[in-house]
Structures are given as C-alpha cells and as structure tokens.
C-alpha cells in the first residue's frame, strides 16, 4: 500500500483567484518548498486537506475538474512547450466542496479537514486586499460623485459616528479646517507617516455602507 498523503488544497494572497490542488506525503514539508522563493509576496496558506492512500489521487481530482471545466486550470505555451499547472480559477470553497463530495461518496467525511486561518494569515490576506484595491484606485480614482454623494454631506470614520467629515467636492473632505483626500486622511487616522499602501475608501462609511462597497455596487464590479 501506497504512503497515506494528503490532497490539499492551498491560496495565496498573491493571486486569489486561483487555488493550487495537489497531493503531498508531508504538507509541512510541502509548504515550505513552495514558500523558499522570493519571487511571489506572500505565502501558501493551507486552506484544507483530504487524507488519502494513493500518490495518484490528486490526478483523478484534476480530471474531475478538468471534465466538468476544462477552463479552469491555469495551462500556457512556453517555449513551444505546454505547461500544464496544478492551479484552478476557483474560489476554495468551491474546491473544498469538489473534495467534501468526494470524501461523502467514499464514507470519508472524517478525512477532509478545513485548515482556520491564523492572525498572521490574515493580515497576509488583508494586506494583498489593500494593495488589490489601491491598485485600483490608481486604474480609476474614487470621486464621491460615483457614489452619489454631494458636498456638504458626511461621511464616518468606519463605524464610529463620532468621527464624521465634510465632504468638500468631489475628491477631498475636510478634518481640522483642512482638507485632505481619503487615502491621506486614511493614512494619517491610521498613525502611518505616508499614503502609499492606503486605500481611503476602505475605511470610511456613508449611510452604513462602506465608500468602495459603494462604488464596486453602483459600477456593477
């Protein structure tokens, strides 16, 4: 009998629209392959594994997916060569539940394990959102009046209602007499000495909505 191994499931910040499925003796071992290099910004993280008895069986899974859609494994030309991967254009929950349909089939519910985030998983995965979103920010500025607000009315500093600003025109609010832009503003509430990094919109609300909530639902993304 083959060595039990586990198929897992993994994400990375660095690219959230795909998940890596694939099988390993030692998923610890595993990981720390895949995260030796310096050539992607944040880590694997394990999002869940299924305990199994065959090196074979994370290729029945790739052709499980493969047959019901062929266009969501990530597959490229290089040098006249392809190079098919182990990534997927899936979110892990819908490939958690590829494995938990699996595993409820063969009576081995008790195989599949969904892996919990820790505190620095989740700053991991909040940062790549930050940038994502400053990225953008920069493709296409926010302006208040994409999210139908005027001058004159307030926004608030998340949830708290005590800190409430002006909304001067369509790119600046004021605080203190001053005005400033939400990413300024964001970076200066938030202790940070620059507004690199800073997404304003993700930190303030209007009518109990989030600005980018707003905006994303108005422009349809």
């Known amino acids: ?45 394990v999002y869940a594994t299924y305990e199994v008895n065959s090196r074979l069986s994370d290729l029945k899974i790739h052709s499980i997916i493969d047959k019901l859609n062929p266009n969501l494994r990530s597959i490229e030309n290089f040098n006249g060569k392809q190079r098919v991967r182990e990534f997927y254009a899936m979110s892990p929950e819908d490939a958690y539940s590829i494995l938990e349909a699996i ?13 919990a985030m820790d505190e620095a998983q989740k700053q991991a995965e909040e940062t790549a959102q930050e ?10 500025p926010f302006t208040f009046s994409k999210c139908n607000i005027q001058a004159g009315e307030y926004i608030f500093w998340g949830d708290d209602q005590d800190l409430q600003f002006k909304v001067l025109d369509d790119k600046t609010v004021e605080y203190k007499g001053k005005p400033f832009s939400l990413s300024g503003l964001a970076a200066l509430l938030l202790g940070k000495s620059s507004s690199a990094g800073v997404a304003g919109p993700r930190y303030f609300m209007y009518k109990g909505e989030w600005l980018n909530d707003i905006r994303h639902r108005l422009e349809g993304s």
């Open 1 to 45: 009998m083959d060595k039990a191994g586990v198929i897992y499931i993994l994400t990375n910040p660095s690219f959230p629209e795909y998940v890596k499925i694939g099988y390993a003796d030692d998923i610890d071992k595993r990981l720390q392959q895949l995260n030796r290099s310096e050539c992607i910004p944040f880590a694997f993280r």
């Open 103 to 115: 595993a409820e089939i063969h009576g081995c519910a008790d195989k599949l394990k969904r892996i």
């Open 131 to 140: 940038i994502e979103e400053e990225h953008k920010e920069r493709l296409s």
